[in-house]
């Protein structure tokens, strides 16, 4: 069986639909599971329901990126050692060929995979600081290493749930603020455990486009190995081709759009926000905060 697994709190519909719609669309048949914690309305959850997609309850100790690490572990306990697993962020992920496809392609050698940005820690003033702020422990082995990004990963079940737990573990020393599940994920893809069990991707693989870094790119290489095609709507390679998954398409308002528009989840988008927004200034929405935010 193959899994899509993606977690959320503090979303909306207009946050999922794409995720949804995409995958739908490039033909997956297996099961998807949205890991669900306790900031989100109950309208949302009929919803994804209605929609076949499987909640799992879960409660958030920190924020949904370190949390779901754990709950992944956990949901994992229960599938065969040999179901194959894509877990994917929600808000900014979108698919153009079928989940199992990617794992096909990605897991030819390995029982994990993983894809890179495309630049080292200290390239980008975003990755250094999280690492030298939540794990300056970590600092001296990670800041020359290329950044592989915990947005897009999987593999078999038994390895993503051995996987998740350590990343789970390296979370829990950060030193302080939230999350840190990129950093935590950056380490243990080289402990010797799992160095030989990952496939490490690059942007020449052409199967996950990681857009953040491309927006303001490091180096002019790394600009020609992503960039959009306004023609597809879609993240390209330098020759090219269409990437599979297209992560952090939410960079910027036209991007964006163009991908909505691609989906056919335009005004599933802006109607959901516009409704939200409306809810918000009439006293009629949750009055959540993150705790980070707080």
Not at 52 to 71: C, F, H, Y
Not at 75 to 83: A, M, S, T, V
Not at 183 to 207: C, K, M, Q, W, Y
Not at 256 to 285: I, N, P, Q, T, Y
Request: proline share 3%; glycine share 8%; net charge positive.
């Amino acid at each position: 069986m193959d899994y899509l697994i993606g977690a959320i709190d503090y979303h909306d519909w207009a946050d999922v639909c794409c995720w949804h719609r995409s995958a739908l669309k490039s033909g997956f048949k297996g099961r998807i599971i949205m890991i669900c914690y306790e900031h989100l309305e109950a309208s949302l959850l009929r919803k994804m329901q209605r929609l076949g997609i499987e909640l799992v309850q879960a409660q958030s100790d920190n924020d949904v990126n370190r949390d779901r690490r754990r709950d992944i572990a956990a949901f994992l306990e229960k599938c065969d050692p040999e179901d194959r697993v894509m877990v994917a962020d929600v808000r900014d992920v979108a698919f153009a060929a079928n989940p199992s496809y990617v794992m096909d392609q990605a897991l030819k050698e390995k029982r994990l995979f993983i894809a890179s940005e495309g630049l080292r820690y200290k390239d980008q003033s975003w990755n250094e600081r999280s690492l030298r702020t939540l794990f300056p422990h970590l600092a001296d082995g990670l800041l020359d290493a290329e950044v592989y990004c915990a947005g897009v990963m999987g593999g078999y079940a038994a390895d993503m749930k051995a996987f998740s737990e350590a990343c789970f573990a390296i979370c829990k020393t950060a030193t302080g603020g939230f999350g840190g599940d990129q950093v935590a994920t950056n380490h243990v893809i080289r402990l010797p455990e799992f160095r030989d069990r990952v496939a490490l991707l690059s942007p020449g693989d052409g199967l996950i486009a990681h857009y953040g870094a491309a927006h303001k790119p490091a180096s002019e290489e790394q600009a020609k190995a992503t960039r959009f095609d306004w023609s597809r709507r879609w993240a390209v390679t330098s020759h090219g081709m269409p990437f599979l998954v297209f992560h952090q398409y939410t960079g910027g308002f036209a991007i964006r759009s163009a991908v909505l528009l691609r989906f056919g989840c335009f005004l599933d988008f802006m109607l959901g926000k516009l409704a939200l927004a409306l809810r918000e200034r009439l006293g009629l929405a949750p009055k959540w905060k993150p705790f980070w935010k707080a």
